[in-house]
């Protein structure tokens, strides 16, 4: 297809997705939720901070690339690497001394929801979805005023045995403190003098310096966890994160064992009432490789049916799983890079048990289906393109307001740097013997193992801010993935 017919059959995707939306019962959204303090650089601030640390420290940090926040300087070694590549990248800080230090030293220009299951809840919401339940562990008075106040957005709170569903503001514990992260957003084309170096920033993108206060557990009160059932019999699906979290070991003595073991056990409590509730992941960068392996394999393997990542996280997944090899190929910048992604998101779908696995990358997505999907590859490209135009909503307004606020994202162009890239990879499939040239065009690939979709997307030249598109995608095409299913059984 050309760009023309891609935005005719842009169109048919959001109006199925449109038609369809209000069949799905409900979706429940867990763990993470948090403020996000959003600071653009501009020219000249990268320059100031490093004027108040030791250069010679910084250029060691960018040697010895920190996975943790504990100083200014390691701080700025790696939004230095982030800014030089145009990279996302998130790091975790376990004190508040780099928060202090930013507050002193930058001034944000914004706060607003962060974390997935928060920037999720709240789009599902807006959406207009019938029924969001959101879970947060620690859901404090200041965090509920960042969550819609909208009836079909609520929080359980247990209250002598009973489970209600109440707005935020009223579920949450006067006791509880907010999670602060702070989100450096840069821009292609800043530059940024450093030594004897400039470095150009070649993409619009962000840090995310992530705050892990000891309290900070991905868990559930025993109360809500047994209530867990009651909640998973009125949703069709689950949209769980926050899992990066999870720690090695706890002070008190707990291991991540014990958080792996309660996540599957939450998991289990959901499809107990609920066998074919749906259940999604949306993976993140996570520094620590331990505990990367242990969630792919351990959560995500046997219990997910799909799971949500942009190319970096794909690399990050790869590599812990033994694929070093592919996983260098996905992020070197080589002319193969997209067909390594392909081959990875595949490996990834087998080796994970998963029904579909959807990867967003600038300019395009893939995403790989098992043949037991309940759902035909049409449905599924109507979900691709629903959430990238769901996603240049959000780019170019910076927020999703309405279902109607969607629309606008129709009318951003899809970007002809996509079409390259899927190009390159439909002529290896062709190569290959792997799919026809009229299938590829589609978007469509029928394989004897599994299914593959493959689209070009809408990319917004100025967004407003990137972090938090990712989540967008990933929540808005799983919730037309369930619209698909719902109107498959209704038919
Ligand atoms: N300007 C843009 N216009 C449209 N989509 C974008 C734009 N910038 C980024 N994206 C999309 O957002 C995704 C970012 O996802 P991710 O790295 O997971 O971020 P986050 O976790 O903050 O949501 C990219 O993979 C890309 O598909
Ligand atoms: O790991 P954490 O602290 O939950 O942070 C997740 C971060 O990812 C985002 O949800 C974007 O995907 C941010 O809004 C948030 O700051
Ligand atoms: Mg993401």
Redesign the pocket.
Known sequence: MDISEWDKRYIEGYESVARNIPCVNGIFVAY?S?V?AIKHIGPGDVENLLRKVDADIVQQRIYSYPRQIDSPADFLARLLIAMKDGKAA?IPTYSTDIHEWLTDNLVFDEARM???AG?ISNLLANMDLNNVIAYIPWLSPEQADYFVSSPNLLHPFVREGRMELLPPAEACNPDYKA?V?W?IEFNKGLSVKYAEDRIIVPRNNRL?I??RPPWVRIDMSDEVYEHLPEMGKTVDGAILS?Y??IKEEYEDGKTYRDYIARAVGAIGQLKKANPDICIHVEF?SIQNKFIRSAILNDIVRNHVHSLGLDTVEVANALNVLGYEELAYSVIKKEEDAIVALYEGAVRLLHELKLQRIHVHSLGFYICVVSKDCPIDVEQHLDSLLFASTTAAARALQGGINSFEDIKAGLDVPISTQGMDQIDKLGAYLIRQGKCNLEDFEKGCICTRNHDVLIIPTRVVDHPVDT??I??TISASAFAAVLAGMCSTRED
């Open positions: 993470n948090n996000d998130e962060g974390g997935q920037i999670k992260n989100i995310i992530s705050s926050g990066q979290m993140t972090v938090g990712g989540d």
